[in-house]
């Protein structure tokens, strides 16, 4: 059985060519040719079969044969707000697993023990691609730039909010068992803080906003590790 050849197309229904980037590996990797069957995924919930009518080294034109809608695999929308660790190559894996898993948007903070305060987006784009076609999810994942962790907390979102810290003197509910007990559908958003933790005075100021405070379990976590926990955390409560 022929491997199938997925690409990522925005608004694939309405053109007719590969971007730059993926002409170029269906093209100069996979050598596809006129009258080779692919697959594309518009990063909105729809896969299309569809056939290679021109091939070039910098061009791939194709013909849709089929639409294919699909159903997203969790309820709600699960939000993941957290502080780039220093080590850039870190956060890069734990974007990659997290969009394997599925989820639906990352915004990075800026908090007071921010060890990183800058990032490449594009390059973070380019992993979320990547890993979308691997785990063949129609959906790609939003990736917000650097925020103030300030102007986060005071944006309103809709749905449960959800702050995890490691201060003992603060009251936590555990992060799975919420979710394990909620009665219907809704949409998340989790805050982790930085290798040095948030700072307890940005851990009081979010739960004055309306953020629940949470832990991730008994075990201290790693930055990556912790926002891949609750990414984790959220698809095994949340899913369809």
């Known amino acids: ?9 925005p608004d694939a229904a309405n ?29 909105v919930g729809t896969f299309y079969r569809a056939e290679v009518t021109l091939a070039t080294p910098k061009k791939c034109l194709y013909d849709i044969k089929e639409t294919m809608p699909q159903e997203k695999g969790w309820h709600g929308k699960i939000h993941l707000a957290i502080a780039p660790t220093k080590m850039i190559d870190r956060m890069e894996w734990m974007v990659e697993k997290a969009t394997e898993v599925g989820f639906d948007e990352i915004t990075f903070l800026n908090c007071r023990f921010s060890e990183r305060k800058v990032l490449r987006i594009d390059r973070l784009e380019k992993i979320v691609v990547a890993a979308m076609k691997q785990s063949r999810k129609p959906w790609i ?27 003992e003197e ?22 982790v803080g930085p290798e040095g933790d948030f700072s307890i005075d940005e851990v009081e100021f979010a739960i004055k906003h309306g953020f629940e405070s949470i ?20 698809q095994m409560t949340m899913r369809k």
């Open 215 to 234: 832990s991730l379990g008994n075990s201290r976590l790693r930055t990556e590790t912790a926002g891949l926990s609750a990414v984790m955390m959220a």
């Open 15 to 43: 053109q007719t060519e590969l971007p730059v980037e993926e002409a170029s590996h269906a093209t100069r990797v996979l050598r596809l040719q006129s009258g080779d069957e692919m697959f594309l995924m518009d990063g």
């Open 1 to 9: 059985m022929k491997e199938r050849r997925y690409f990522y197309v």
């Open 170 to 191: 603060i009251q936590r509910k555990d992060l799975f068992d919420e979710l394990l007990s909620a009665t219907t559908p809704h949409d998340i958003t989790v805050m």
């Open 141 to 167: 994942p939003v990736v917000n730039p650097m925020a103030s962790f300030a102007e986060f907390v005071k944006t309103p979102r809709e749905g449960r909010k959800y702050i995890a810290h490691c201060y």
